[in-house]
């Protein structure tokens, strides 16, 4: 009995001599090579971040804008349906937009009714039967613009992509582009001009071809569809 009692007796002390052992043996740091080797991964992991981080800022900022410009001719649409009043006047409402002024688009009001916005009217000013219809003046900040405007006709046999619309052509490539919601329906009314004299009425689906400034590929270029249907999508 004597015996056992110390052989227990000794365990203690053993597992105290192991345990310490096994904290010893866990708190030795980092070789200089495991060091090393932790530090060159980090750093590539950095490097690869940092080195696409500009690109997809620039992504999401352009998909924001595409974002922006749906939501605008949304706006449109909405203002037009539910006929908004302006005063004692109930317009319908339409998007402008000029590729002579990549960096800018309107919301206006039709208020002679005429179907087109009257260029001669400035937000808050112009003057005429059609002073004022600019309501909001969108300016694109940033390195992202408007890089092509589109519209085909219904039966043209063409259809719209990012692709064709940058590649254009006279039967798709616009200089400006009106939309237009007559109340209380909310298809969409649209209208533009090839090469800044030719109108083009009746046009079944256009395209807002976003993209960065100097962009050449298409397939970093997002587009606004307007339907003639009222349907509006991003590509």
Request: hydrophobic share 35%; aromatic share 2%.
């Given at each position: 009995?004597?015996?056992?009692?110390?052989?227990?007796?000794?365990?203690?002390?053993?597992?105290?001599?192991?345990?310490?052992?096994?904290?010893?043996?866990?708190h030795t740091g980092f070789t200089l090579v495991e060091l090393m080797v932790t530090t060159s991964i980090f750093i590539v992991i950095t490097l690869v971040v940092l080195a696409n981080y500009p690109r997809a800022n620039g992504a999401i900022a352009l998909r924001l804008l595409a974002n922006d410009v749906a939501l605008s001719v949304r706006k449109a649409q909405v203002y037009g349906v539910s006929i908004k009043s302006t005063g004692t006047i109930f317009p319908d409402y339409g998007m402008y937009f000029k590729q002579g002024t990549p960096t800018d688009y309107l919301l206006f009001a039709d208020l002679d009714l005429n179907g087109v916005y009257n260029t001669a009217s400035t937000c808050g000013g112009g003057s005429g039967s059609a002073a004022g219809e600019c309501l909001e003046d969108y300016s694109i900040r940033g390195v992202n613009v408007i890089r092509k405007l589109c519209g085909i006709a219904s039966g043209s046999g063409i259809t719209l992509t990012p692709e064709t619309c940058y590649k254009g052509g006279d039967n798709i490539?616009?200089?400006?582009?009106?939309?237009?919601?007559?109340?209380?329906?909310?298809?969409?009314?649209?209208?533009?001009?090839?090469?800044?004299?030719?109108?083009?009425?009746?046009?079944?689906?256009?395209?807002?071809?976003?993209?960065?400034?100097?962009?050449t590929d298409f397939a970093r270029m997002k587009m606004v569809q307007i339907w003639n249907t009222g349907q509006i999508t991003i590509q």
């Open positions: 009995m004597i015996q056992d009692s110390r052989k227990r007796g000794h365990q203690p002390t053993a597992l105290i001599r192991q345990l310490a052992d096994y904290c010893a043996r866990s490539t616009l200089t400006e582009l009106t939309t237009i919601f007559h109340r209380p329906n909310p298809e969409a009314l649209m209208s533009g001009k090839r090469n800044d004299t030719d109108s083009v009425a009746s046009l079944s689906v256009a395209g807002v071809l976003v993209g960065a400034k100097g962009e």
